[in-house]
């Protein structure tokens, strides 16, 4: 993480010399003899190098609309210089988790001490620079000891970023079948028909998503609703189709989600609408044995509503054992509002 000098908003005659990396200075300001890598702020939002090259953008993400503008600078830009307002750690933590492997790079503007660790370590992983005032000691002494923990503790993660997500369905062993109560109950249904084998990516925790057949099978009951999936309680994730996560219960008609078949093939679907009902539950336990991770999915108790085995057969999930085998996409990302994030994250 990087120390930048904020020079732009004092008079260079206020400016000392400092630890800085980077040092940002107004746009016609003379640049001090001890400064070797200034950038200059224009009036317009731009920040340029040496050469008047433009390499970043400064936004003011103080309200939702600033938010916004920055997040659509993410990938555009190299570097992205953030001044928060009254909310300082939301607003900088959904723009971490947005800008995580773009190649954008963020500063965030500091005016207090507090404000330099909770950029520093936003969603663990933090921004990329502090912005620091030339004028207060106390801040630049917490950002030299943010900076310093943020280097002892950089993880292989970090430097790897999403090559260790898993995107391939897996085996899992169910554990156990349990009563779970009563609860609210979402369909899915779709504006396209599912086929045999196919259906949505559906869990409690995000990174341990079960593949839950679709409502393709006919029996002496009930017809076939091949455009619906019983997918479960309202708090479960299920994966969409830009591969982050929503809750259930946020989904929306015109939200496009992942459909997954039985031998991993993903394809896109379009929801139509929700079909929210209270309904007795179980919840399904299950562990994927090469990593670790242990699971779980509250569906409906019903005979209709049916988990994809490992051998690609529809099992009611009224019929399941333990020690059954399962398919299911388990990853190690923690999620920030539907996005991989680096950070770690635990799930019960």
């Known amino acids: 993480?990087?120390?930048w000098l904020d020079a732009a908003s004092f008079p260079n005659s206020e400016i000392m010399p400092c630890p800085a990396e980077r040092v940002l200075l107004a746009r016609g300001d003379s640049i001090p003899s001890w400064?070797?890598?200034?950038?200059?702020?224009?009036?317009d939002g731009r920040i340029l190098d040496i050469?008047?090259?433009?390499i970043g953008a400064h936004v003011d993400i103080g309200d939702s609309e600033g938010q916004d503008a920055a997040k659509s600078l993410v990938g555009m830009v190299k570097w992205l210089v953030l001044t928060t307002g009254d909310w300082q750690m939301i607003p900088l933590e959904n723009l971490v988790a947005t800008a995580q492997g773009s190649g954008t790079m963020l500063v965030a503007r500091i005016n207090s001490k507090n404000t330099a660790r909770g950029a520093g370590f936003a969603l663990q992983t933090g921004v990329d620079?502090?912005?620091?005032?030339?004028?207060?000691?106390e801040i630049w002494a917490e950002a030299q000891d943010v900076a310093a923990e943020r280097l002892a503790l950089r993880s292989n993660a970090e430097e790897s970023a999403f090559e260790d997500e898993n995107s391939e369905l897996v085996s899992v062993e169910v554990l156990s079948i349990e009563d779970g109560g009563v609860g609210d109950r979402i369909c899915v249904d779709l504006t396209s028909s599912l086929k045999l084998g196919e259906g949505l990516l559906i869990g409690s925790s995000a990174s341990a998503l079960t593949l839950v057949h679709g409502e393709t099978m006919a029996s002496e009951f009930v017809p076939s609703r091949p455009f619906r999936v019983n997918a479960g309680a309202v708090h479960a994730y299920v994966q969409m189709g830009n591969g982050s996560t929503k809750y259930l219960c946020e989904l929306v008609a015109g939200d496009e989600v992942t459909v997954c078949d039985c031998?991993?093939?993903i394809s896109t679907a379009i929801v139509g609408r929700l079909k929210i009902e209270s309904r007795p539950f179980l919840i399904v336990r299950f562990r994927h044995s090469e990593s670790g991770i242990i699971g779980q999915t509250f569906l409906q108790q019903a005979e209709t509503v049916r988990l994809i085995s490992s051998n690609g057969g529809a099992r009611s999930v009224t019929e399941l054992t333990k020690g059954e085998m399962l398919l299911a996409m388990v990853g190690t990302s923690a999620r920030h509002i539907g996005k991989n994030v680096l950070s770690k994250v635990e799930e019960r």
């Open 263 to 265: 031998n991993g093939n």
């Open 129 to 137: 620079a502090l912005l620091l005032p030339p004028d207060n000691e």
């Open 51 to 54: 050469q008047d090259a433009p």
């Open 35 to 43: 400064v070797d890598n200034p950038l200059f702020a224009c009036d």
């Open 1 to 3: 993480m990087e120390l």
